[in-house]
């Protein structure tokens, strides 16, 4: 399997592009998420789903937007992006069986983008 | 959401037991402790979790204190391969959005 797959791995785009960050994941996961991750900090998360159809914001969500057509698949779209949008972001899955479910989530290897 | 508090860095030398500290003074009965790591240039990866008793898997063992207010991250063997950014996180056992709060966590830094 391959697990969470992110494309781009890199990306570099001038202010006020759009782009769509790829995320999909082959473990049948109901749960997805993604993160950012700027230098010398932890992740914070920017939007999460618990199933298809379903998304929600976390933390930092201004400036982004997400969909979940698919249980495989959760797009991450920047409409104008900004230099403040530079950083690694990072897709991540799991199985979610209820609310004491605790299980691990599995992470993509991100993609780094720029905007300059 | 409850929060944890991880020395910035630490060092080891290969072959050598590794002790990963973490207070979690405001720790609820029904949060989760778990710990991520990342490696350079990937993303974060699960290592263990546990609530009250202390928990081995293959990769490392999990030390909870008795009070819970803090816990310890145990590589019983360190490698160059372990050399990553640990992260101790709490998950709500009652709240099913399954979100992890990330710190900055512990640079672990490995010498032959």
């Known amino acids: 399997n391959a697990g969470v797959t992110q494309t781009p791995k890199f990306r570099i785009l001038k202010i006020g592009q759009s782009m769509t960050l790829q995320c999909t994941q082959d473990?049948?996961?109901?749960?997805m998420y993604w993160y950012r991750q700027d230098p010398g900090m932890g992740l914070k998360l920017i939007y999460y789903s618990v199933g298809a159809g379903i998304t929600d914001k976390g933390e930092v969500p201004n400036g982004y937007n997400v969909s979940r057509s698919t249980t495989e698949d959760f797009p991450l779209r920047l409409e104008l992006a900004a230099p403040s949008q530079t950083s690694v972001y990072f897709c991540?899955?799991?199985?979610?069986?209820?609310?004491?479910?605790?299980?691990?989530?599995?992470f993509g290897d991100g993609t780094r983008l720029s905007i300059l | 959401d409850a929060k944890t508090t991880q020395p910035n860095s630490m060092e080891s030398n290969e072959e050598e037991p590794v002790h990963l500290p973490c207070n979690h003074s405001t720790i609820s009965g029904t949060d989760y402790i778990h710990w991520y790591r990342q490696l350079p240039s990937q993303g974060p990866e699960y290592v263990i979790h546990?609530?009250?008793s202390n928990v081995n898997n293959r990769m490392a063992s999990l030390a909870i204190a008795e009070d819970r207010k803090s816990s310890t991250l145990i590589l019983h063997r360190a490698t160059l391969r372990d050399a990553a950014v640990y992260y101790c996180?709490?998950?709500?056992?009652?709240?099913?959005?399954?979100?992890?709060?990330f710190g900055t966590g512990t640079r672990l830094q490995v010498f032959p």
């Open positions: 996180i709490l998950r709500e056992g009652t709240y099913n959005t399954d979100k992890l709060i």
């Open positions: 546990g609530l009250t």
């Open positions: 473990m049948n996961h109901n749960y």
């Open positions: 991540a899955s799991s199985y979610s069986k209820g609310i004491y479910s605790n299980q691990p989530q599995h």
